[in-house]
Structure formats: C-alpha cells, structure tokens
C-alpha cells in the first residue's frame, strides 16, 4: 500500500469525509457550469438573480452556486496586488503568511494548540462552511504542505485554462437565471 493511500486509510473517518467534499466540490463546480450553460439558452424573459446578495423574493439560489462564490471569494482573499486576479505566487505568499501566524512558536509545524487555534478561528470565520486542517500523513503535526492542500486544490479546480493564474470568467460568479412566477388565478367573484 503506497504511503499517500496508507494516510487516507489511516485518517480514518475524518480523512474520508474530507475526500468526499472535495469531489462534491469537484461534482459542484461541474454541475454549476452545467446550470449556467444550459440557463445561458434561454428567453429574455427570464430574470437574473445576482448571486449572494439578499433576494427580497427569496427565490431559490442553487447551493452549487453559493459553493462556488464562497470559493471564489476565498481565492480573490489571496489578490495582494488587488488587480483583480490571483497568481499561484499570490496564492502561495498568502499561505505562507496564514501558516506564520497560526505557527505561534515559529518552529516551522502547527502542534497539536497551534492546530487547534487555528481550526476554532476557521470555525468563527466561517462557521459550518469551514475547512479543518487535517494531518493526512499523521505524524501529529500540520506541516505547510498539509496547511496549503486545500487551497491549493481550490485553486487548481477553478484555474481551468491551468495557466496558473485565475482570471476572467474563472473567477465570475454564474447568475442565476429564472422564469418569472407563473401569472396567479383570479378569484370568480
Ligand atoms: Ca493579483
Ligand atoms: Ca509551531
Ligand atoms: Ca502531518
């Protein structure tokens, strides 16, 4: 059994639900460009719900769709330059920069605190949409590599042209297309 399988198997449950929402995530993104295509068809009829902000008529706003602009948001977190796209280096800088200040005594791994510092600030960041470090190889320390792999995912899923930077449409939230409500029945008196 090669090391990497070795890690998930022994990641146990965790590791497990962790692989799942990454391929959801995978699945997601695809099923969103799905919508928006098939959506792109339609009539002038429609109407265009911008995505994330407060709808007053609370219409339906697909799930895959408010994924996809968390992680959008996320990777646009990493613009340092602020020109609107976000280079692997800006990526990596940005990690290096998150990894410094959760490694509080600065020896190069998150212990166990360190790890669990960091997790409880994630939680209140984001609340049940958050990512928990994971110590995939289990030799109970978070060391950069395993701080930086989601991110580094992230990025490599929305880099679609995979020139190693986002830009243009990879970072454009879909909107969402609908038909208005169908016309109500007029009471008979
Ligand atoms: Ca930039
Ligand atoms: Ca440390
Ligand atoms: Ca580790």
Known sequence: MGKARAAVYKSGSEGWLRLMTSWLRLVSCGSVLLFAVACAGKSDSTSIVPVGRPDPRNRFVPPQVIDLQRNI????????????????????????????????NGDGVLDAAETQAENDRRWRENGTAFSPLIDWNQDGVIDFAEFATTARTLFAQLDRDRNGTLAGLELRVPVVRQAPPPPRMQPNG
Request: no cysteine; charged share 30%.
């Open 73 to 104: 948001q996320e990777m646009l977190s990493f613009d340092a330059n602020h020109d609107g796209t976000v280079t692997r280096e800006e990526l990596e800088a940005g990690l290096r920069g998150q990894f410094a200040t959760a490694d509080k």
